[in-house]
Nanobody, 118 residues
Framework: QVQLVESGGGLVQAGGSLRLSCAAS???????????MGWYRQAPGKQRELVAE???????DHSEFVKGRFTISRDYTKNTVYLQMNSLKPEDTAVYYC?????????WGKGTLVTVSS
């Protein structure tokens, strides 16, 4: 059974940094077994949107609004995907979700809240 657990959210001032983690349980299998893993976010009253994604082959893709500020990475020894967030802005405030895709099936974590104060 796939289980994704996000952590690392919190309250930070504008200009600050946070690192989010998405740990896949051992029962989920290796993170390399997923076609892709990504970070999404959903702000109040808005639709969920893609922030960054990493494929099993290591190709990364970052949405325009985070390029140069956020970086997605992974550590297979910890079965974890990370999102390093720098130069945070108040508009980055949202619940951040981890998603993994395997054989056209999407698995989601429960999310972690990031609040950026001005």
């Amino acid at each position: 059974q796939v289980q994704l657990v996000e952590s690392g959210g919190g309250l930070v001032q504008a200009g600050g940094s946070l690192r989010l983690s998405c740990a896949a349980s051992s029962a989920s299998g290796s993170i390399f077994s997923f076609n892709a893993m990504g970070w999404y976010r959903q702000a109040p009253g808005k639709q969920r949107e893609l922030v960054a994604e990493i494929t099993s082959g290591g190709r990364t893709d970052h949405s325009e609004f985070v390029k140069g500020r956020f970086t997605i990475s992974r550590d297979y020894t910890k079965n974890t995907v990370y999102l390093q967030m720098n130069s945070l802005k108040p508009e980055d405030t949202a619940v951040y979700y981890c998603k993994a895709r395997r054989a056209s099936v999407d698995y989601w974590g429960k999310g972690t809240l990031v609040t950026v104060s001005s």
